[in-house]
């Protein structure tokens, strides 16, 4: 069956860096786009983010450029999400998600939480 199975939260102090990662089974994952979503208490969920199949483009949440890198690979098929420099406002449950274009499925992982804090 379809998985999306995230690591690597944790508690980490201002400043601190978190590498998360997203193993994926059960489908075609070189079919996919990939991106990281996030959620804090209270919030909606929000796109961090967004890599394409190939891996040939990303694009970022403005509120993590510069600080956060996504990247894939197709033969391992994993997605992480290097988050340096990390802030209180980083704290949240961050999600893996799949999206193949063609047919608009999308699978989400069940999450991981992210605290930012001294």
């Known amino acids: 069956q379809v998985q999306l199975v995230e690591s690597g939260g944790g508690l980490v102090q201002p400043g601190g860096s978190l590498r998360l990662s997203c193993a994926a089974s059960g489908f075609t994952f070189t079919n996919y786009d990939m991106s990281w979503y996030r959620q804090a208490p209270g919030k909606e969920r929000e796109v961090v983010a967004y890599i394409t199949s190939t891996g040939g483009s990303t694009t970022y949440a403005d509120s993590v450029k510069g600080r956060f890198t996504i990247s894939r690979d197709n033969v391992k098929n994993t997605v992480d999400l290097q988050m340096n420099s990390l802030k209180p406002e980083d704290t949240a449950v961050y999600y893996c998600?799949?999206?193949?274009?063609?047919?608009?499925?999308?699978?989400w992982g069940q999450g991981t939480q992210v605290t930012v804090s001294s």
């Open positions: 998600r799949a999206d193949q274009r063609r047919t608009l499925v999308t699978y």
